[in-house]
């Protein structure tokens, strides 16, 4: 059994350098969900800072090293989150930030990291194509190299999360996190199984970027082709080892899911809550719709990571014409794609399936 990087001393240290701004972030529970969901659902908000997402949690636990004693320039590749939330610690503590990113990330998140002082480097091809990059810099120029998911302080400080779940009153059954590189399904199941060991941790990935997820399952690092999905945020190919070796410690299940319940969990989130979001933040959403049964009766957490999104693309997504007098979330789900045994239309025009579940 591997032992995991994780360390709850470390984690209860971090709350101390991070900013406030990050912590103590709202925890409710959302009854205008739930006749739609079937379960009691509370909301953890992580869009209510200056980053809009989880991400300045890890990064303001990388920077305060840094400025304490270290390399005063500082480098990493970003979907978009993570290099707006090192940006943003970076600039605090008088750090030199560069991000490289793909060109293919949404605008409104590289506007972001440029708005607030980074250095932006784009790239051809993906987010996995996008870490080689930042390596070779940090090599050259003798910099740090931060890695999301990798260095333990961006699962640390992801896992203040945790903290803030764990002593919560009532308890909840179940968390539902969503999987991308491993950072926040680490950090928050490490605190979960240490605190509260009887919640369930289930990570949720889309079904267009199972890496993760497919690891989980067969224990070993799994690598994939091209994703296809709209849930940017968890689009990874290549999963890291240690990072894998920790979620096995934690997870419960890892659950893949169709783009037509993502959407329809955005829409969601934006009917019954209030709440804009990206696709990455509704994993968790779109797992209940596709496993209903699962949660019924039950009181689920799920944590809105993220709400860094394209005001185009997001329109497009949720904007679809309503038809009158269908009011079923299962026959929505159809009208996004997916088939009413819980098949979704891939872009190749093949049935899939759409939500699969690992144990």
């Given at each position: ?77 970003s979907a978009g989150n993570l290099g707006q939330a090192l940006a943003w610690s970076g600039r605090g503590r008088g750090l030199e930030v560069a991000v490289v990113a793909s060109r293919l990330a949404p605008a409104a998140k590289l506007d972001r ?247």
């Amino acid at each position: 059994m591997h032992k995991t990087r994780l360390d709850i001393a470390r984690i209860q240290a971090a709350r101390r350098v991070i900013d406030p701004v990050f912590l103590g972030t709202p925890l409710y529970r959302c009854e205008a969900l739930e006749p739609g969901l079937g379960c009691t659902v509370s909301i953890k908000l992580e869009t209510a800072n200056p980053v809009r997402c989880f991400k300045a949690r890890g990064t303001e636990v990388v920077t305060s090293l840094l400025a304490g004693h270290g390399s005063r320039a500082v480098v990493c590749a970003s979907a978009g989150n993570l290099g707006q939330a090192l940006a943003w610690s970076g600039r605090g503590r008088g750090l030199e930030v560069a991000v490289v990113a793909s060109r293919l990330a949404p605008a409104a998140k590289l506007d972001r990291i440029r708005a607030l002082g980074a250095r932006l480097e784009l790239v051809d091809g993906d987010f996995d194509t996008a870490r080689e990059r930042p390596a070779a810099l940090a090599r050259y120029h003798g910099i740090r190299l931060v890695e999301d998911s990798a260095d333990i302080e961006t699962c640390e400080g992801a896992a203040t999360i945790g903290l803030e779940l764990a002593g919560t009153a009532p308890p909840f059954d179940a968390v539902l996190i969503a999987l991308g590189g491993g950072a926040l399904a680490t950090g928050v199941g490490h605190v979960i199984k240490a605190r509260a060991p009887g919640v369930e941790v289930i990570c949720v990935q889309p079904r267009g970027a199972p890496a993760m997820t497919r690891s989980w399952r067969q224990r070993r690092v799994v690598t994939t082709g091209p994703t296809d999905t709209i849930a940017d945020g968890v689009a990874g190919r290549h999963p890291i080892p240690a990072v894998l070796n920790d979620l096995l410690l934690v997870a419960d299940d890892a659950v893949l899911v169709c783009e037509a319940s993502i959407i329809a969990g955005m829409r969601m989130l934006l009917d019954h809550a209030g709440l804009v979001v990206e696709p990455s933040a509704a994993l968790g959403i779109a797992a209940i719709l596709e496993d209903r049964d699962r949660f019924a009766g039950r009181h689920v957490v799920t944590i809105v990571c993220g709400s860094n999104v394209d005001v185009d693309a997001y329109q497009r997504w949720v904007d679809f014409p309503r038809l009158a007098g269908r009011n079923s979330l299962l026959l929505g789900l159809q009208d996004f794609g997916c088939g009413a045994a819980g098949a979704d239309m891939g872009r190749d025009g093949s049935e899939r399936r759409c939500c699969e579940h690992g144990s």
